[in-house]
């Protein structure tokens, strides 16, 4: 007999133990679905829209590249346009380019025929020659498309998006060149329409907008919306954002964002980019989600009165780990795959999550491919070849006895290419010669061939550093002779013609072979060496390859401490000036003096500008040195003409290097030195290259025009060793010619040196200058310069450089030459 139950109908049902036990269970269950639910949903809205917010990243790269490939085909077509013989001679044919119509209408036919909105024709000063298409008044374009036409009239090809009236513009400008010689440029605007914006629509799964001056000029959608919430939406959100909230367009909801439509280096604000990715799905999945966890609820609840918290545990742990796995993978735990098992709304979610989270990884491993590879050539790019060479180094701490090489590699006269055919030819033939020397080194050194698989591309040492620049690492050779015999290979495969724009180039490599060795502390160290190598190897003249040593690393070493010594000379006042003689050659009076800087090296003694001014260029000191060169020149001129006020004061030269010339400030930089010390503009002569004047044609003649304004005389030095064309003397004010020091030391009777003299002197005749020539050191040239009309003469058959006190007491006076012959610096 089974023992009695115990009495329970004397108590009312809401107080049975199994009653407030199951009303407990229930309520604990209930609770539980509702903090799951709420946050499962609320963990899948964020992550929708983190996700969303990623696809209109990719998005906004898609619109870069797409506007990046029309301008490169556009500035492509620009300057085939630019290069057609018709389109040089309305630009330099006097009858054609005064013609207006003539231009008009042949710069209306190139429109037509790129099929551009508009052409803008400019001249070399910047005025318009024609503008067919133009939307506007005439010239009447914005500083963007001055400035980009600015730009190409100094020789750059640009391309970017304006706002011109209520319509989009993408535009490029180019010069149209003839050798060197800028003739004007032709700018072509492409309207943006809804064809691109579709066309990115396409490609990137969302809704495109481009909007400006508060109007939509592009759309994806059907018609270009019109609700004030899109505009106020564009134009009120900070540039670049993502909007947190939805924007809903005709009755459907949108996570937006807002970006520029220009480039952030050109400045202002050509329009904006609106991106619409559609909401709708993921609210259906919300929905869908929110309405099966309701059901699954009631289930719980009835379940639960009978089986309590072992299924309620159950059904809480899957919904747990989904919310920890969504937590993983908004920390970036981008690889983290959730199992799909248990209830068919866990599977559900897990497979939403999974999706999403490859689609994140997807999108995160292009963007490390891109930052770790060349987009060209899709070799590695510097980064990630530092990386692999870091870790040869550590193998080779670990194993002494392995043994790898660095190949420093750079193509001979790579310019040329690029300003003879063009840069687009120069790309094709950066990626021919990366096939040749993928297949030159050894498969298991560099395997980064341009077919090869990801895998490959990841194993990969050979890499491009920019440029015309590649690097190999020779990985586990057995001898560093292997480094030399494949440095020989590439030189075979490069040996042959390239196929660049349907000509025959021929580009042959220099090659810097670095061998690791024990002196090599870093990656750094033995890449260092193998760049000096490559740049021993151009100077033995290039299509060769060298090998770094032990004395080119103590070089380097001696190379950087005397650029340690240089930073120092300027702070310590170790600078010194001597003032060499100009003489007249008519009665051998000292008539000025140039000013040479000196070094009072403190170990080696005063250095000659042979043994500095290098490597002072190099680093970008010269600057400081013509400053103080020119500071202390007129402070000398002044205390000269103060001891001596009646004395006529000497003509004082001072050279400026290029760099020193290129500066904006230099005019007034002068101007300050003048008043500062004191000593008469008209007591100064200022010595450029012709280089250094025709680098900037443009700016030489305003900056010389200033320079003469203030009563400062120009002399072009080195002259006859450059351009010395007639053309260019006539457009530069100057005073002064000096005959470069390598005509007069081969002067003689009857040589092409004597010929090339009586054609500068001529010249200078012509234009009313005098000369000076360099570098006579025996009583013949002196004489025969003279017999051929030579104005004045500088050298130490005169005099060596002097101090300033010596330098003083010859002004005026006439020269012994006789007993100053064998005299040296």
């Known amino acids: 007999m089974r023992p009695s139950e115990p009495r329970t109908s004397g108590f009312p049902w809401f107080a049975r133990l199994e009653t407030r036990v199951a009303a407990t269970l229930a309520l604990l269950v209930a609770g539980a679905m509702a903090v799951v639910f709420l946050v499962t949903t609320r963990v899948v809205s964020v992550q929708s829209r983190d996700r969303a917010a990623a696809e209109l990243e990719v998005a906004r790269g898609s619109f870069s590249n797409l506007v990046d490939e029309r301008i490169a085909a556009a500035i492509g077509a620009a300057e085939l346009v630019t290069q057609l013989p018709v389109f040089r001679a309305h630009l330099t044919d006097s009858q054609l380019a005064e013609n207006r119509a003539n231009v008009q209408a042949m710069a209306d036919g190139y429109r037509e025929q790129l099929h551009a909105q508009f052409a803008i024709v400019a001249r070399p000063g910047g005025a318009w020659a024609a503008d067919p298409g133009w939307p506007g008044a005439p010239a009447g374009a914005g500083s963007r498309l001055h400035g980009a036409i600015a730009a190409a009239l100094a020789g750059s090809a640009t391309g970017e998006i304006i706002s011109q009236g209520d319509a989009l513009f993408l535009t490029v400008s180019v010069p149209a060149r003839f050798a060197d010689e800028i003739l004007g440029s032709l700018t072509l605007g492409y309207r943006l329409t809804n064809e691109l914006a579709q066309q990115l629509a396409r490609l990137a799964g969302c809704e495109v907008i481009l909007i400006s001056e508060g109007r939509v000029v592009a759309t994806s959608l059907g018609s270009a919306p019109t609700d004030a919430v899109v505009l106020t939406a564009a134009t009120t959100s900070p540039v670049t954002t993502l909007r947190p909230d939805l924007l809903r367009v005709s009755d459907r909801a949108y996570v937006t964002g807002v970006f520029p ?51 309620s545990r159950r059904i809480s742990r899957p919904l747990k780990d989904i919310a920890v796995a969504a937590s993983e993978i908004a920390a ?39 930052a770790t590879h060349d987009p060209l050539t899709r070799l590695p790019n510097r980064a990630l070849f530092m990386e692999r060479l870091e870790r040869a180094m550590i193998r080779r701490r670990r194993h002494p006895h392995y043994c790898f090489a660095v190949l420093f590699i750079d193509l001979d006269r790579f310019k040329h290419v690029n300003d003879s055919l063009g840069h687009s030819a120069g790309d094709e033939l950066l990626i021919l010669f990366a096939e040749r020397l993928a297949n030159a080194v050894r498969r298991d050194d560099a395997v980064a061939r341009l077919t090869a698989s990801a895998d490959e591309h990841d194993a990969s040492t050979l890499a491009r550093f920019g440029g015309d620049e590649f690097v190999v690492l020779l990985d586990d050779i057995r001898d560093p002779i292997d480094a030399v015999r494949i440095s020989e290979r590439i030189q075979q495969v490069s040996a042959e013609a390239f196929g660049v724009a349907g000509e025959d180039v021929f580009a042959t490599p220099s090659i810097g072979v670095a061998v690791a060795s024990p002196a090599h502390h870093s990656a750094a ?11 021993r190897a151009k100077q033995s003249g290039g299509g060769t390859f060298a090998v770094a040593d032990a004395a080119m690393h103590e070089h380097a070493v001696n190379r950087l401490h005397l650029e340690t010594e240089l930073r120092h000379a300027i702070d310590r006042g170790e600078f010194r000036l001597r003032y060499q003689p100009i003489v007249s050659l ?21 250095l000659c500008p042979v043994d500095f001014l290098a490597v002072a260029d190099e680093v970008g000191l010269t600057p400081q040195i013509d ?4 500071r202390e ?29 290129a500066q904006a400030s230099l005019v007034q930089q002068i101007a300050d030195t003048l008043s500062t010390s004191g000593f008469p503009p008209s007591g100064l002569r200022l010595e450029i290259t012709e280089s250094t004047a025709i680098r900037d044609a443009e700016r030489a003649k305003v900056v010389l025009a200033e320079l003469r304004r203030m009563g400062v005389r120009v002399s072009i030095d080195d002259f006859g060793t450059g351009y010395s064309s007639l053309s260019y003397l006539q457009m530069f004010p100057v005073d002064v010619l000096k005959i470069d020091r390598s005509f007069v030391e081969r002067l003689a009777p009857n040589t092409s040196e004597s010929e090339i003299i009586q054609l500068i002197l001529g010249l200078a005749k012509t234009l009313g200058l005098d000369v000076v020539a360099e570098g006579a050191e025996t009583e013949a040239q002196v004489r025969y310069l003279e017999a051929l009309g030579c104005g004045f003469g500088q050298g130490f058959f005169f005099d060596r450089p002097l101090e300033a006190a010596d330098a003083w007491r010859r002004t005026g006076s006439v020269v012994q030459p006789e007993a100053l012959r064998g005299r040296s610096t």
């Open 261 to 311: 439509l220009g480039r952030p280096e050109t400045g202002g604000d050509s329009g904006r980019l609106l991106l619409l990715s559609d909401w709708q799905p993921t609210q259906a999945f919300i929905d869908r989600l929110r309405s099966r966890f309701a059901w699954t609820g009631l289930v719980v609840l009835g379940l639960s009165l009978a089986g309590g918290l072992v299924f």
């Open 332 to 370: 970036g735990n981008l690889q983290l795959v959730l199992p799909e098992d248990g209830t068919v709304e866990s599977v559900a979610v897990a497979r939403a999550f999974n999706g999403m989270s490859a689609s994140l990884q997807v999108a995160h491993g292009k963007l490390v491919h891109d």
């Open 525 to 535: 160290d033995l890449l260092r060496d193998a760049d000096m190598a490559m740049y």
């Open 586 to 606: 008519g009665d051998r009076r000292v008539v000025g003096f140039e000013a040479l800087v000196r070094w009072q090296h403190p170990e080696r003694g005063l």
């Open 627 to 630: 400053e103080w060169v020119l």
């Open 633 to 661: 020149a007129c402070r000398q001129g002044k205390e000269w003409i103060d001891a001596n006020p009646d004395a006529k004061p000497p003509m004082l030269s001072v050279n400026l290097s290029p760099k020193c010339f």
